[in-house]
């Protein structure tokens, strides 16, 4: 299981009964901290830091350990913030700065300058929110008395979102073609994204797939199809045209596991060898959690494998939206989001139909894929652009409804509106630069994202 650190800042004045007393508050909130998150986290309590030495050697302990994700700072006493320069300098792990007492109120009565010197946390992290600042270091505050509900949900979603970046530092991503051609919000600096996000981004031809498809064994299509049978509903004349997509899986599935990718995209311009568009294929591997975009949107394809991470203990559907068309009646203004086919199953509100139509665009096959009515109520679309200077994540809070029937409409569709009304989330998302291709969500919110730029350094629009 991930860890994350907690560190109690203090100093050598206080004598040996004040840091006895630290330490047992410290182990108090730890204690208290572990049973709220144990099936999130394990939270490891380290030995307060009184020294720079300390404070470095901590600092180098939690950036070098493989399963330390993050780290939780809390100044119980004054922690002169020099001494935190070069281990802070050091730190590679997002950072909670957690500013809390071990006691909730004040005791009026009895309070004395021994209290006061014990628990002074609003004198010690102001201390150490000035050199957060000066020394530019990303991190999130939470602020509040440990127990409150507030603190530890924000602990918690710290937690969540710790485990993600830790994901993201490791993720690898297929390009199977290139970026579609004359597209632009879908291009980016691949290597900036590495720097920014960890993600490593490469290229693979069409081709290892093709190779992977041609030796797809019956044995293994018999298997595949047994997946789709029993997990949606599919028209035995269509069987042909589910094989192919049956083989494009388990294609998929090899080159995954040997190259230990999360997240791919693919692009309808280069599909040499293959007879159809991936559709039921990739929507079946975005319900197994991989990471996919279209039209060599790699932004996307990695966002949506980190923001599944993310949300991975919650209740929730998670993916690739694109945005496609209006329903602009005056005050009911609805958005319909969908794509050529790759939308994932988790939207799906009932058992999605295997459906086999003509895609009228690419000059393949018809290709199989899921169609299905999208889940209702609130959620949030994320998209990711780069600017060229730096990364905007571009985030707007949506309702999601009950689809209007579309009979003739061969894709899975999600419909939404627009908050706080379309006109202003319309525009604001169009001011803003944000693309077509986003990341729907109705397990995280705008506080996940807003705490994941914070956490970053990522420039945040929140509509
Ligand atoms: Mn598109």
């Known amino acids: 299981m991930k860890n994350i650190y907690f560190i109690t800042g203090s100093q050598n004045l206080y004598g040996e009964d004040t840091l006895k007393q630290v330490t047992y508050d410290s182990k108090v909130i730890v204690e208290f901290l572990s049973s709220n998150l144990a099936n999130i986290i394990q ?41 935190w320069i ?12 957690l500013h809390t007492q071990n006691v909730e109120q004040l005791p009026y009565a009895t309070i004395d300058m021994n209290y006061m010197n014990l628990n002074q ?45 830790d994901f993201s530092k490791n993720l690898k991503v297929a390009m199977f073609g290139n970026n579609m051609r004359e597209v632009a919000v879908t291009d980016g600096d691949r290597v900036e994204s590495q720097i920014r996000f960890g993600w490593e981004v490469n290229y693979y031809g069409i081709g290892d797939i093709v190779d992977l498809v041609s030796g797809v064994t019956r044995d ?24 192919e997509q049956a083989k494009y899986e388990v294609a998929f599935s090899k080159f995954i596991n040997e190259t230990q990718i999360g997240a791919f995209c693919d692009t309808f311009e280069d599909l040499h060898g293959l007879k159809q568009l991936p559709g039921l294929a990739v929507q079946n591997l975005m319900d197994k959690g991989i990471g996919f975009a279209p039209e060599g949107d790699y932004k996307t394809a990695a966002l949506g494998a980190l923001l599944m991470k993310m949300a991975e203990t919650r209740d929730g559907a998670t993916g690739f939206i694109e945005d496609y068309t209006y329903d602009l009646s005056l005050g009911e203004e609805l958005e319909l989001g969908s794509h050529m086919l790759e939308v994932s199953p988790r939207f799906a509100a009932n058992k999605p139909k295997i459906e086999v139509h003509s895609l009228g ?94 956490l970053t350094g990522t420039e945040i629009i929140k509509i």
Request: glycine share 8%; with cysteine.
């Open 43 to 83: 939270v490891i309590w380290k030995p307060t830091v009184k020294s720079g030495e300390e404070i470095l050697s901590i600092c180098q302990e939690a950036s070098i350990d493989p399963d330390c994700v993050g780290v939780i700072t809390w100044m119980h006493t004054f922690s002169p913030a020099k001494m």
């Open 86 to 97: 070069k281990g802070l300098q050091r730190l590679n792990k997002p950072l909670l700065h």
């Open 121 to 165: 946390s609003a004198h010690g992290d102001r201390e150490f929110g000035f050199i957060l600042k000066r020394l530019n270091i990303f991190h999130y505050t939470v602020v509040g008395f440990y127990k409150h509900e507030h603190v530890i949900s924000d602990i918690k979603r710290f937690c969540e979102i710790s485990k993600a970046i």
């Open 220 to 243: 293994e299509i018999a298997d595949q199809l047994n997946e789709y049978k029993s997990k949606y509903q599919m028209n035995p004349l269509d069987i042909s045209e589910i094989e």
């Open 361 to 454: 665009i690419g000059g393949k096959d018809a290709p199989a894929r899921l169609v299905f009515d999208g889940v209702t109520g609130p959620g949030i679309q994320v998209t990711m652009i780069d600017l060229g200077t730096h990364f905007r994540l571009i985030v707007a809070n949506i309702e999601l409804v009950q689809s209007r029937n579309m009979p003739k409409l061969p894709v899975a569709r999600l419909m939404w509106k627009v908050k706080p009304d379309f006109i202003t989330g319309v525009k604001a998302w169009l001011e803003n630069g944000g693309g077509h291709h986003s990341i729907v969500s109705t397990a995280l919110t705008m506080d996940d994202i807003d705490m994941f730029a914070k």
